[in-house]
């Protein structure tokens, strides 16, 4: 849910001027118990999209499937064609690194994914950040604080265009790309 959120603030960034996390104590985040200080699955998806400032957000397009919510949380209107894979993609200010922040929504099915890094020619290993778990019941707390938290991980792109990745169902990746240097390039 908090990554859906950070998508979408990305894509309306023009209309959003201000977020207000004032939530994170309990809510969202830090939680004690029984004397036990654990953080959240949502806290760390809070500082996977952290890195994220002022970049240019870019336009993505994907092909995942879609599917319909309806009849769902009283009030809001029924939504039809919600991708199951939403990514925003972000570059820095000095064009060197390129952000995807990728979700998939499916609660059965991993994804395969193939990124076209078009118009960015990457270095050939990328960093990679997860968070997933077995289920979304499984959460963090004071006996278990560590159940759910990111796995880094190193991935190579094919010579910098494309990048094959499996987007676990359920979960939030956060990858990050590097600009090839002119002399990697010749």
Partial sequence: MIASTFNTFFRHNA?????????LME???????R???????????????SSAKNETVLPVTSDSGT???ANGIQGYPDL?????VDVAATLSPDHESLTLFC?????????????NLIG?????????EQIKAISRYVMNDELEPKQVVPRTLSMAT???RTLQIILPQESVTVVRLHAQRTADRN
Avoid: C
């Avoid at 209309?15 to 939530?23: E, H, P, S």
């Avoid at 039809?80 to 199951?84: A, K, L, N, T």
């Fill in 103 to 115: 979700i998939n929504r499916s609660l059965t099915q991993d994804v395969r994914t193939t990124v």
């Fill in 80 to 84: 039809r064609d919600v991708p199951y």
């Fill in 158 to 160: 094919d010579h910098g």
């Fill in 15 to 23: 209309q959003i001027k201000l977020v207000n996390l004032t939530g």
């Fill in 27 to 33: 809510f969202a985040g830090i939680w004690k118990r």
């Fill in 120 to 128: 960015f020619q990457a270095r050939d290993v990328v960093k990679v």
């Fill in 35 to 49: 004397e036990q200080v654990f953080v959240t699955p949502a806290y760390y998806v809070f500082q996977m999209y």
């Fill in 67 to 69: 599917y319909d919510v």
